[in-house]
């Protein structure tokens, strides 16, 4: 079947592995068929779950993995299996440059029967960091780093040692994570522990104060808050500060007012209250001018 799959179907080789798996799964659980039929769940979704579906459980399981992401369904797996914390590793791996293949190629002035061997270098796809996850509350986090960032990492292993004198790097980590986080939120978020009083604004200004940031993030539970058919955003990455009556037209940067947009969604709200000037402002920045033509808010680019 695998090689039907991909030989006669032309399938990528996970393309097929997860769509023998569904099937099998499916003769056991007809059920998964309708639910694949309607966008319940994917195939991802059916393969991690095949292993752990029961007479008795494989109702409510596919119930809670229904609209659920390929990580949000290797969390439900988690919690059906545990697994043990990873040992720690840490090793070193061979450069782009030091990973080359031989090739032998003849040169100009060389006999038909003298071959010279050069190296070439074998370009690699940049991964992005891995987390999988291990059991309830636990991750397995792989990710690769350059030689000045494992010597910080030696560094603070030996200025702590009182306090954590096994140099766990995942302690370590967290740390360096909690200390991050709290200066990104007292930037992006003004998140403090005495909050000051706001203060009486006279004139109106784009300018956010901190109080009112505080308010919209907090409100808006750090989540895009743009509203579709297939309901709420759930991006939380890239987020930033919309004026839900634009600022060009007269709206106030109160709480009343602002709302947390993902870029995307927040680009989409743009253009579709001024059309083609956001596009070519946008374009024009990325050319390098810096002198916009901004239109009248009474004309017709600028209504909604």
């Known amino acids: 079947m695998f090689t039907y799959c991909t030989q006669v179907l032309h399938l990528a080789e996970h393309a097929a592995f997860n769509r023998i798996e569904a099937a099998r799964a499916a003769r056991r659980f007809p059920v998964i068929l309708t639910l694949l039929a309607d966008g319940r769940v994917h195939l991802g979704a059916v393969r991690l ?34 697994r043990p914390d990873v040992p720690l590793s840490v090793r070193k791996v061979p450069s782009n ?25 074998v370009s690699l796809p940049v991964q992005r960091p891995k987390a999988e996850p291990l059991a309830p509350g636990r991750y397995k986090l792989q990710f690769t780093v350059g030689e000045t960032t494992y010597q910080k ?24 994570l909690t200390l991050l986080r709290g200066g990104l939120e007292r930037t992006k978020l003004a998140a403090t522990m005495r909050p000051r009083a706001a203060s009486n604004r006279g004139k109106r200004s784009r300018h956010v104060p901190a109080d009112v ?15 579709g058919p297939a309901g709420r955003c759930r991006e939380t990455g890239l987020l930033e500060l919309h004026h839900v009556i634009p600022y060009a037209r007269g709206g106030p940067t109160t709480v009343d007012n ?7 969604h927040n680009r989409y709200e743009a253009e579709r209250c001024f059309g083609w000037f956001v596009r070519e402002s946008s374009a024009m920045y990325r050319s390098g001018e810096d002198t916009l033509r901004v239109p009248n808010a009474n004309s017709e680019n600028a209504e909604c």
Do not use: Y
């Open 213 to 227: 940031r505080r308010a919209v993030w907090t409100r808006d539970a750090g989540r895009c808050r743009f509203e």
């Open 153 to 176: 990492l030696c560094r603070v292993q030996d200025l702590l040692r009182h306090s954590v004198r096994s140099g766990d790097s995942a302690e370590i980590f967290d740390r360096a």
């Open 97 to 121: 440059a030091a990973r080359t293949t031989p090739v032998q190629s003849v040169t100009r002035d060389a006999t038909p029967m003298e071959l010279v061997t050069e190296p070439a270098t």
């Open 258 to 264: 602002l709302e947390l947009r993902c870029a995307a």
């Open 49 to 82: 779950l095949a292993p752990h579906l029961t007479d008795t459980n494989h109702d409510a399981l596919l119930t809670e993995a229904s609209h659920k992401s390929k990580r949000e369904v290797e969390q439900i797996v988690a919690r059906l299996a545990p």
